[in-house]
């Protein structure tokens, strides 16, 4: 079986539906603050993969076959406020419509950290090293001398993944989120 990295920008209309619906997965009651089913937000969502500035703007998506496997989407944590700011402006846009403020307090990741912000892979390749796979390009892509990511504090499997490959929890009053870190091997 063929397994390649194809950048999110790069992808078919069909796969970037698929990757919407992983992205959506990975944090998904920020996107149920929309008030929409996925079936509804996702092709939105698809909208702002590779957006320039936008939170899911740099990405990449492990294909096996042509099918869509896992992904992720990273970027320099110095980044993360405005990305997040344009990236929430381009959905309320798409959508048409106008979140309520909202506030969901997450401790700052280390500014010279490579910073992960959704990481998924499809359900059927959970436990076949899918996922390994996806991490090891990400820590590959590393830009910065430390990667760093935050992860609810009910993803008890996440958690341990991610402390399997190298992952420490950083001291924090936040209960909700906790922010994760390792050195990155460049």
Known sequence: MKFNFVENNQLKEDQLLHVARLVYSAVPKFYELFGLSITELCPHIAKQIGKKNGELEHGYTLLQNNKVMGTYIAYPAREIKTRQFFGLYAMQKSLGIKLPAFNIALDDP???SFYLARFAVVDEAKGKGVGKTVLNHYIGAAELPLLS??????????????????????????????????????
């Not at 341990?160 to 994760?180: A, C, E, I, M, P």
């Open 149 to 186: 990511l935050h992860v609810h504090s009910s993803n008890r499997s996440a958690i341990k993944f991610y402390h399997h490959h190298g992952f420490s929890t950083q001291k924090s009053d936040n209960q909700q989120f906790y922010l994760l870190t390792r050195d990155s091997p460049s």
């Open 110 to 112: 280390p500014v010279d």
